[in-house]
Each structure stands twice: as C-alpha cells, then as structure tokens.
C-alpha cells in the first residue's frame, strides 16, 4: 500500500474511509490482481500460517554461536534520551518470513540510540526552530502521481480506518484510506489533535522527514542490522524483544492489536492506535517500544532476496547498510525503505512481522498513522555511515 496508489485509485476521504471493495493493480505496479494476492499473502499471512511453511535453519551449533556482545565501556556519557546499545556479533532474520530468512551472522559497531520513539513534542521543537513541513502538509503535485483526479491531490496522509464487518485480508485497500488533512499535527484526520500526545511517537513522517529532523538534531537512523541488534537487547534469536513468550505470566509487553482484525479491535493493551512512548516495559538495553506501538524508519532499501545475498557470502556481514537497490515483488516498481519494530496493528492473525527479525518495508513518501521513527548516532570513533536518500 502506497500514498500514490491511494491518490490514484480511491476517491480522498475527509474522516470515513472510502474504499472499493474489489481489488484493483497498483498503478505503479504491474502484478495481476492473483499474483498480488499471492505475494502480499506471503508477507502477511500471520505467524500460525508462516510456522507451517517455515524452512528450518539447520545449524547444530546454537549455544557456540549465541551474540557476542562488544564488552567496551561506552565512549561516553549519554545524551540526554539515548543509550549506548554495544554492538557485537548476532544471528540476524528469523525462519518465520521468507524475506528475514535465512538467519546470518552480522557485526554491527557499537552506538547511541534514542530510548523511545520520537514524540510529537520532540518533532514540535525541530518544527518550531526551522519552520519545516512535513511531506504530508504538502499537496501532491499532478507531475508526481499522473493519472490521480485533480481533486485528489491535497494534502493529507494515510490512515488505518477499519471496516465494520470482516473482510479479507488480502486487500489491505480495506483499511487503509487516503485522509485529506491528516498529518503529525492530526493523526487521524483534521478532527483529531495532538493537544494531549506530546508524549505519544510522532506519525505520519515519511523517510525524508526523518531524515531532516535526523539532521537538524545531529543523529541519524538505524541501519535494519542496528535496529534489529538493538530490539533483540542482547537476546539470541528470540521471537519477541523479551523473550519467547507474548505474554510472560499474562502480562502485556507490547502495543499490538488484539481481536479480529482488521473489524475488531478488542484493545485488551488499552491503545486502538498509538500508545504514550514508553508505556510499556523496555528491553534488555533500556529500550522502549522496540516491539509493536509504531513501526520505525531505517535506512536500508528494501529487498526481498537480500539475507540470502548475504548468506550465501558465508562469512560474517560488518555493519550492513542495505542493498544498494529496492525489490519488492508484491509490488513491483515500488522502491521502499525497511520498516523494523511492528505497529498496533500487528497481530498473530495479521502482518506478525513485529517479532524480531521481521522486516516491514514502506514507500518513502508514504507516512501513516502508524509509522514513526527513532535516532541513532555514531560512537566517534566509528566512521559514519553515510545514509542513503530515496
Ligand atoms: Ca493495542
């Protein structure tokens, strides 16, 4: 699901979702409506399904080869919101998704990174102080997205608006609306507000977004190895940032979706939406929200065939950056950027890729209501890396 392919083919809605209900090619895209079902169902068919057809990984040798955490002081005192997270050798991916598997081995160096999402209050200051405005404050521009009705191109962002009745869940055309004044100022529309979420994650940021208030704020984003090195908090090869267990002794670790999705959302968290940053319990690094709530930027592209690029290398995979090129074959055309981390959307039945080691992949002007992102900054004595732009 892309900005465009909503600004195309669905008629721009004000708050009340506006979607056909059969199932439409991807005007950037050129799949047929099957072999879109096909892909899309390969990415998203929940973690029961996926258990099904897993591949094992077939290493014999998982207690030598557990992470290997750099042992260093930090190199400093922290800024102020951020922890060093050490860096060392891990298994990266998981078995559960044909795009995270196989697992590898990767280094990543040591850095600092922000403790939680970045909130509407941080993003408030960053705004304050350069005046900026964010990709969907801006009216698409006809020469960007030809063949969208003139009166589609305005401002506003995508927003999950939940049918009332079940549907399939192969379109996800279903839930997610195009919403004429939605943005960070107004999450779900120009109804709502932040007034009372200056400690919620700032949403609806697309990547160049991000990367400008990464700049304005002297840090950058996570690699997909860092963020994925983080969210694990020194955990070897577990599903969740936790642990294996969803819900250690019952309790609630994560803002996820429960119910029926997408129809019914049974909010046993206490958040339909975003929850307040750090409203639940951090991983083994400190770390809040590194699992579920909103999902977050990275600067990797996105490929599906990447971990088995970097497989079939055999040897360890220092500080990787991404492929220099994105492919995504449910939508063909489409370059994206990774998402890590999973949103209040994930569940077991539905796009179960917040576990560790999934992967979620999002156009770079395309922000939603649930996509943010958090920082991360160098140890000086690393070289920089050096981000890649759309
Ligand atoms: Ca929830």
Same mark, same amino acid.
């Given at each position: 699901m892309t900005r465009g392919q909503l600004l195309i083919l669905f008629t721009v809605g004000t708050l009340v979702l506006a979607v056909a209900g059969v199932y439409l090619l991807a005007a950037k895209g050129g799949s047929s409506p099957r072999e879109k079902e096909q892909t899309t169902m390969t990415c998203d068919m929940g973690?029961?399904?996926?258990?099904?057809?897993r591949q094992p990984t077939g290493d014999g040798s998982a207690q030598s080869e557990a992470p290997t955490l750099n042992l260093a002081a930090p190199p400093g005192p922290a800024s102020e919101g951020m922890l060093w997270i050490p860096g060392g050798e891990f298994w990266m991916g998981t078995d559960e998704f044909p795009d995270a598997h196989p697992l590898h081995r990767v280094y990543v160096d040591g850095f600092w990174m922000d403790k939680t999402e970045v909130t509407t209050a941080q993003f408030q200051k960053f705004v304050n102080a350069t005046g900026y405005v964010t990709i969907a404050e801006r009216a698409p521009r006809a020469e960007d997205f030809p063949g969208a009705p003139p009166e589609n191109l305005v401002a506003g962002s995508v927003v999950f608006s939940p049918p009332g009745h079940p549907v399939k869940l192969h379109d996800h055309f279903q839930w997610w609306s195009y919403i004429k004044g939605a943005n960070w100022r107004h999450p779900e529309g120009p109804n709502s507000d932040i007034a009372k979420r200056g400690n919620y994650p700032v949403v609806h940021i697309a990547y160049d977004d991000a990367l400008a208030y990464a700049k304005w704020a002297g840090k950058r984003l996570p690699t997909e190895a860092e963020f994925e090195f983080a969210q694990r908090g020194g955990l070897d090869r577990k599903a969740y940032s936790w642990g294996d267990e969803f819900r250690p002794a019952g309790t609630i670790m994560a803002n996820t979706f429960q119910g029926h999705f997408p129809d019914h959302n049974t909010v046993e968290d206490g958040y339909a939406t975003a929850a307040p940053?750090?409203?639940? +319990?951090? *991983?083994?690094? !400190?770390?809040? $929200?590194?699992? &579920? *709530?909103?999902?977050e930027w990275t600067s990797d592209w996105y490929r599906h065939d990447y971990y088995r690029t970097?497989?079939? &290398? !055999?040897?360890?995979?220092? *500080?990787?950056?991404?492929?220099?090129? +994105?492919v995504d074959p449910s939508e063909p055309g489409v370059k994206k950027k990774v998402h890590k981390g999973g949103s209040f959307l994930c569940t077991d039945q539905y796009c179960s890729r917040y576990i560790a080691g999934? =992967?979620?992949? &999002?156009?770079? $002007?395309? !922000?939603? *209501?649930?996509? &943010?992102?958090?920082?991360? =900054?160098?140890?000086? =004595?690393?070289?920089?890396?050096?981000?890649?732009?759309?």
């Open positions: 973690i029961s399904a996926a258990r099904q057809s940053v750090g409203s639940f +319990s951090p *991983n083994g690094y !400190g770390l809040y $929200d590194m699992t &579920g *709530n909103v999902w970097l497989a079939a &290398g !055999g040897s360890i995979v220092r *500080n990787p950056q991404g492929p220099p090129d +994105s999934g =992967r979620g992949k &999002g156009e770079p $002007d395309t !922000g939603t *209501n649930h996509v &943010g992102f958090r920082l991360v =900054r160098s140890d000086q =004595r690393n070289p920089p890396y050096k981000a890649q732009r759309p």
